[in-house]
């Protein structure tokens, strides 16, 4: 007995090594099994564009498995980043859940505890290779009445001062330039590695306030209010807060974007009767504050 | 035991060197130009034309303007490998026309990061025989970001070779005095490689003095503590000028004959003095003392004399250079999903990386290794340790020290973290040569127990090696050349570093993977914004025959006609910029390394 366990000990190091150099060799091996050909993906896109419909997206699990854009339908979006998992992709009734598992360390766990609540598979999954398509009812959506951006064109922009008359701002190509050096424009940025297509907003300087005003807006049961800081300005350290005002016929809604905050921000006011919405922005800083912001009038939940 | 490798373990290591040589220039073509590289790539050039001119009109080329002209760019760094990066783009590039430039230039990366499993192998098999030699020096060089970092004209592998030579021959200096000024010249090229070679006295200080005191009489210890009063004393000198003076008036008002000076040269007189004293009144003890000597007088005056920069303005010059690493910027680092922009950063960070990137049958032994030095180490100073792991002595602890000292170093919170391994990599060597005794204690615990005669002892040792060493080759080749992209299967390879949310790649090289798409698909003169890839090493891509002659660089996706942007972090809102110029969200190709984004490509839609 002490002689076996004597050669045991002997060989345990060699041992040791071999069964750890096998393991490697063994992953090696197995992880391109993990990877979708072409003709798979390719599949996923027919099975899309057969049974799809307005308001789908694809969301991408784990999220960086960005080669599927390559051959998703060009109109179809396509949603993979940093944090996706918690997005309630307000404006899409049903998400298409695109997922390859079988890729090492696939954040499971984060996926069942941000993305699976409110959801409720429809039908079966489909296999692709290593990938499975699985459609949910999104329980996080709600009818999206009217959004700022799309209505962009309607906006009147203009500038306060404290004490001082509006400096109306004027339109500009697909820009709205405003005194202060302050602009409106619907352009895609990111904010906190989502990208987001948004109304980006520099706000005037000097303390003065930016003022987007909708003169005929619908009655909505609730309005969200968004608003992000873009890129790499958000964790600049000492910077100021950006102040936000929503006045509507529900109320007035204030939300401050912290200095150092990196992502969104988000208020929600209660139902709205039809009527006017003013927006307000306002930041001692604005050169690096320049912010997101998503505005959008939402109907009752499905 | 001598410290010299026998005659066949020379040729080894000498054969070792010429095929890590020749390996790296086999692959070299594939290997894209990182955003440092095409600097020095253009130092390079352009000091060489100095020296040309030097041989032409030396009166013209030893002036101060023509200097300052010459080695103003890129002074960041000293000159010994842009000096041999340029003399080897002249000769065998321009002059002999043999490779391309960019081989041209890397031939002497290749040259001194050969040194490397040369050196490991020469070492190791002293310390532990030819079986861990020979495992030590493959298995630094099989690790896939080792291997990407040998082939560039950069400094990180470089100085990671200096320091495994001067330490070697510091090691070597100890026992045979012959070895002390070439541990003198090898400090001086270090210095001239990289900064990281100042902090090399700071390791090697303590060992040649103890060993001095270790083995010296009463008379010698008397020499050794006049040692230390003079470098105290030079110290408080030190002191009280800055406190005068202040660290700016310190700089500013060093000239040749200034209290700066003189108590630098009385620092030099004095310790030269009493190293000579400690000659005369024991030989021994002056051997161990001797490659410290060698390095206090040979380092700096190699450092000096090889940087035109410095003779005019040496104090000035150095002073910036110094202050420029103290206060290097921080650049972005993506950690566990957290993108790490400014100090402190986690303590872990340089062991988790170094863990997670290492093939993992290399992690097992490098570990092992490393906590049996540690250990043994230990046990030299608490002997119920000793008695239980056994003790080390000197060499044990040089080789802990070293093995650590740069990524402990690095570990510090509020030293830049970026760069991946490369800032680390002259700890790398030292691990190696630990894993090589592991790998040796395994393959002979396998002999002994399959009771094996000599030759089947030798064969289990090859088959043993081959299956440990075959994982770290098999990724390396996988990945090559973007190597910056590796990861390791402890991290899940790349895909599980992906979703670790761990930095994709860095350094801008892997555009090489989309280039051949874009010459195939790009219009004639097309704009094309290559980010993160900076001008000079567009030109190299187009010169080096990779990239098409005829499409241009643009500064933005506003400008451009194709986009091609790196996967990063930090940069996820250029790629949306683009979306925005080009109105698509839709690549066209990309690289995607087993699965992974790293460089994507949009093309404009036409209109």
């Known amino acids: 007995m002490n002689e076996t366990a004597h050669r045991l000990r002997t060989a345990a190091p060699a041992l040791a090594l071999v069964l750890v150099a096998l393991y490697g ?89 941000n993305f699976l609540p409110d959801r409720t598979p429809i039908g079966e999954s489909r296999q692709f290779g290593p990938l499975t398509l699985t459609a949910y009812r999104n329980g996080r959506s709600r009818p999206v009445l009217l959004s700022s951006i799309d209505a962009f064109d309607r906006l009147e922009v203009s500038v306060e001062a404290p004490g001082g008359s509006p400096q109306p701002c004027h339109r500009s190509g697909s820009r709205v330039l405003c005194p202060s050096d302050a602009s409106v424009e619907v352009t895609w940025h990111e904010v906190l590695y989502q990208p987001v297509r948004c109304l980006f907003v520099i706000p005037p300087s000097g303390g003065r306030t930016l003022a987007i005003h909708l003169p005929d807006a619908p009655a909505v049961d609730s309005l969200l209010l968004e608003a992000g800081i873009t890129w790499e300005h958000a964790w600049l350290p000492g910077r100021s807060d950006i102040q936000l005002q ?20 988000r208020g929600e006011s209660p139902a709205s009767g039809p009527g006017p919405w003013t927006l307000r922005i306002q930041t001692p800083n604005p050169q690096d504050r320049q912010v997101c912001v998503r505005l959008r009038g939402l109907g009752a939940a499905r | 035991m001598s410290r010299a490798p026998t005659p066949l373990d020379r040729r080894i290591a000498l054969g070792l060197g010429v095929i890590a040589f020749f390996v790296l220039w086999a692959t070299e073509r594939a290997v894209g130009f990182v955003r440092d590289e095409s600097v020095y790539f253009a130092g390079a050039e352009q000091f060489a034309r100095w020296w040309s001119l030097l041989f032409h009109r030396p009166a013209a080329a030893l002036s101060d303007p023509v200097i300052s002209q010459a080695f103003d760019f890129n002074h960041e760094h000293p000159m010994l490998m842009k000096s041999l990066y340029g003399w080897s783009y002249a000769l065998f590039h321009q002059t002999l026309g043999w490779v ?58 470089p100085v990671a070779s200096m320091w495994l030579l001067v330490v070697y021959l510091f090691w070597r200096a100890e026992e045979d005095l012959r070895f002390a000024p070439w541990t003198g010249v090898a400090f001086g090229l270090a210095l001239a490689t990289k900064h990281n070679a100042f902090f090399l006295p700071v390791v090697l200080t303590p060992f040649g003095v103890l060993a001095a005191w270790r083995v010296t009489g009463e008379a010698g210890r008397n020499v050794l503590v006049r040692m230390a009063e003079v470098a105290v004393g030079f110290l408080a000198y030190l002191a009280l000028l800055l406190a005068v003076l202040g660290r700016e008036g310190l700089v500013q008002s060093w000239q040749l004959l200034s209290p700066q000076t003189l108590g630098l040269v009385a620092l030099v007189v004095g310790l030269a003095v009493l190293a000579l004293r400690l000659r005369v009144a024991d030989a021994a003890a002056f051997l161990k003392l001797a490659p410290l000597v060698a390095m206090g007088l040979l380092g700096p005056v190699i450092f000096y004399v090889h940087w035109p920069y410095l003779w005019y303005h040496p104090v000035d010059r150095l002073a910036w250079y110094f202050d420029f690493h103290a206060t290097h910027v921080h650049y972005a680092w993506t950690y566990f999903d957290v993108v790490l922009r400014s100090p402190p950063f986690p303590l872990s960070y340089v062991f988790v990386v170094t863990a997670l990137t290492l093939p993992i049958s290399l992690l097992l032994p490098i570990g092992a290794g490393l906590v049996r030095s540690v250990l043994r180490s230990l046990g030299d100073l608490v002997p119920a340790l000793g008695r239980r792991v056994g003790t080390g002595g000197a060499t044990e602890w040089l080789l802990a020290v070293n093995a650590l000292w740069s990524i402990l170093l690095i570990s510090y919170p509020t030293v830049p973290h970026f760069g991946g391994v490369k800032h680390w990599l002259p700890s790398m060597p030292f691990l190696a040569l630990l894993a090589g005794r592991e790998f040796d204690r395994a393959a002979a615990g396998l002999s002994s127990v399959l009771q094996l005669a000599p030759r089947r002892a030798i064969a289990a040792s090859i088959g043993l090696g081959a299956v440990v060493l075959l994982p770290a080759l098999t990724l390396t080749v996988h990945v ?98 683009v979306w925005q110029a080009f109105g698509t969200a839709i690549p066209s190709t990309g690289l995607y390394l087993d699965e992974t984004p790293q460089v994507v490509v949009y093309r404009r839609p036409e209109r």
């Open chain 1, 25 to 113: 060799l063994g992953f090696q091996l197995q992880l391109p099994r993990a990877f979708p050909s072409d003709a798979d993906y390719h599949a996923v896109a027919e099975a899309l564009t057969a049974a799809r419909a307005s308001g789908d997206v694809v969301l991408l699990h784990p999220w960086w498995t960005e080669r599927a854009r390559l051959f998703m339908p060009a109109d179809l979006p396509v949603v993979g980043y940093l944090g996706d998992t918690a997005d309630d992709l307000v404006a899409h009734p049903r998400i298409w859940v695109l997922a390859n598992e079988r890729l090492p360390r696939t954040p499971t766990a984060d996926f069942r505890a």
């Open chain 2, 100 to 157: 391309r430039p960019a081989a041209g230039f890397r031939l002497p990366a290749f040259a001194v990061a050969a040194l490397i499993p040369a050196l490991v192998h020469a070492w190791g098999s002293v310390l532990w025989g030819r079986r861990a030699g020979l495992f030590a020096a493959l298995s630094f060089f099989v690790v896939p970001r080792h291997f990407f970092h040998a082939h560039l004209a950069a400094f990180d592998m």
């Open chain 1, 246 to 265: 929503l006045e509507s016929p529900a109320g007035t809604l204030h939300l401050r974007v912290p200095g150092a905050h990196e992502g969104f921000f």
């Open chain 2, 480 to 577: 090559h050349p973007y190597g910056t992209s590796a990861y390791g299967e402890l991290a899940g390879g790349i895909p599980g570093a992906a979703s670790l949310g761990l930095q994709r790649q860095y350094w801008s090289n892997n555009v090489t993977g989309v280039l051949p798409w874009i010459d195939a698909n790009a219009r004639p003169g097309a704009r094309v914004w290559l980010h993160e890839v900076n001008g000079l090493s567009f030109r190299d891509y187009q010169r080096n025959e990779m990239l098409r002659k005829d499409v241009m660089p643009v500064g933005g996706p506003e400008d451009a006609d194709l986009a091609a942007v790196q996967y990063h972090q930090e940069f996820r809102e250029q790629e949306v910029l």
